[in-house]
């Protein structure tokens, strides 16, 4: 949870939610990104 | 037989040592020269930086692997380039100087066909009164620093324990410092090493950097599609820090460390300081000062280096206004305009000009990033130049192997902690490494490889490519299959 200060440097940018957090740390979840991502790595590698 | 010689054993030097290696035949001769006996994946030097792993974890000796893959190793520094040879020798060569034990100092001449320069980044600690571990700031850009920096970071969590209040910067200690990305890294990984060891409420961690936004990296930031939105990387990292609960400075220029202050100078002219008792400060970085003689002995660095350091390739050096930069004017191959057999890679190339808008405040400092170049280009360059100089010696009709940075994707795997569960990073993908926003007029890059996020994939990510680059760095069976 992140105490914002109204009008100072914190209060303006975006925090997730609690589901963006947890979705972050989610084994399931994570494992699907994981080979998203090493897909998405490797076609980038590819094109050199 | 062809006698290659390569300058430096970094992720560049090393990449196409092997590459060239595996395409020679042993008859022709490839040398490396570096002064360190060992090879360290630096990118995991953050993770010593916070005690999460140990030198001999990042490094190994290389003198085995050249061994085994037939390639001389003489660990040495380089010190002059003589490319027309001198009075008494006809071919090029290199003059070296050991740092190898018991030969420490002694000097060689090293003949070469083909020269590729590999040497990396100094670490211009020298450029900002006080920064520096010799003085008054800590670094994680050797495994060295690193190791020191760990080791102080566990004495402040042991005052904390004790119940006192410290303040930690972390960020860039010039105006002109790139590998905004490492700090980055390491700013999140301290956070989140000072949870684990329940004192994260007696810590105070302020980013420090010349970045003009948070986010900017040296690359002008990246646009990228979050959340139903094409939104600028400047959010993203926002969110993070506060997400992370980190105050940031930016757009400062370094001018003094002092044992527990940092002064700066911003943008806007305004000068600040900073109280601190913990400060991880990244130096900027110049060419390692090699020099270059023609066959009379006369000085010509400056005919093959560009000012700061850096060797001149096939890039456009013609100084122009932002407005005018063009991603043409990248180099391509990585040869020297006046030395055909001389190719420079990494960090090593200078570059045309920087990727982040050159700024100046109303003093006249300048305070904006220079360009990165990162592990993975400076991996592929070091192979295309290898294959290039390959089908040089064996004669082949072909033109030079092309790698331009602005036709070069890059995957930059940041930690923000570590732990198999709980650990996360920032994954980020771009492509070109140089905008192009002729070509891609609402974001500067394919908006469909230019993507990042943040989770527990980013950590394994980058864990495994610890183990996948040392692999491959051992040149162990089927190493070539790693990419670059
Ligand atoms: C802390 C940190 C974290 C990083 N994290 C990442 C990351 O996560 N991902 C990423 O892509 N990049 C990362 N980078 C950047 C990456 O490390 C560089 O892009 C990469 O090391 C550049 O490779 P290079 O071969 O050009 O230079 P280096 O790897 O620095 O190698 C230079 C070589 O030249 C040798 N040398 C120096 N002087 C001489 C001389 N006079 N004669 C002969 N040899 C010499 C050196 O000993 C060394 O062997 C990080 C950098 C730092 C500092």
Known sequence: ?48 | MAKLVILGAGIAGHTAALHARRKLGREHEIIVIAPNSKWNWIPSNIWVGVGWMKPEQVTFELAPVYKKQHITFKQARAVSIHPQGDSSHAQPFVSIEYTLPGKAGQTEQVAYDYLINATGPKLNFAATEGLGPEKNSLSVCTYGHAEQTAGILKEHIERMKKGEHLKFVVGTGHGMCTCQGAAFEYIFNLEFELQKAGVRDKATITWLSNEVELGDFGIGGMLLKRGGYITHSRIFAESLFTERGLDWITQAHVTKVEKNRTHYELLNGETGTIEHDFAMLLPPFSGVGLKAFDKEGTDITSDLFAANGFMKVDADYTPKPYDQWKPSDWPKTYQNPLYKNIFAVGIAFAPPHGISKPMKNPNGTPINPTPPRTGMPSGVMGRIVAYSIVDLIKSRNKPLREASMANMGAACIASAGAGLFNGSGVSMTMYPIIPDFDKYPETGRDIKYTTGEIGLAGHWIKHALHYAFIYKAKALPLWMAVPE
């Open chain 1, 1 to 48: 949870m992140v105490k914002r200060n109204p009008y100072e440097q914190n209060y303006y940018p975006p925090v997730p939610t609690k589901l963006t957090r947890w979705s972050r740390v989610s084994l399931l979840w994570q494992s699907f990104r994981f080979i998203v991502l090493n897909i998405k790595i490797l076609r980038m590698v590819r094109k050199h």
